[in-house]
């Protein structure tokens, strides 16, 4: 390959909202993404299984871990 693509950021559009963590009790499965503000409809963006994917999703979209909301 002579020539390297220019590294794009995510093509997602976060107004209207909020990051949110969703965690199964049961399985423990941990999976990030976005939460719309109205209508609560939820789109899921990245599985988090450690903390270095964790890290990453927060350094990707420009989210810091006190705006991350968790559900169960």
């Given at each position: 390959?002579?020539?390297?693509?220019?590294?794009?950021?995510?093509?997602?559009?976060?107004?209207?909202?909020?990051?949110?963590?969703?965690?199964?009790?049961?399985?423990?499965?941990?999976?990030?993404?976005?939460?719309?503000?109205?209508?609560?409809?939820?789109?899921?963006?990245?599985?988090i299984?450690?903390d270095?994917?964790?890290?990453?999703?927060?350094?990707?979209?420009?989210?810091?871990?006190s705006?991350?909301?968790?559900?169960?």
């Amino acid at each position: 390959m002579l020539f390297k693509r220019p590294k794009m950021g995510p093509a997602f559009d976060k107004t209207g909202k909020v990051p949110v963590i969703r965690a199964s009790i049961c399985t423990g499965e941990k999976v990030a993404g976005f939460k719309e503000v109205k209508g609560g409809k939820f789109h899921e963006i990245a599985l988090i299984r450690t903390d270095a994917d964790l890290k990453e999703f927060m350094r990707e979209y420009g989210v810091s871990e006190s705006e991350i909301k968790t559900e169960w």
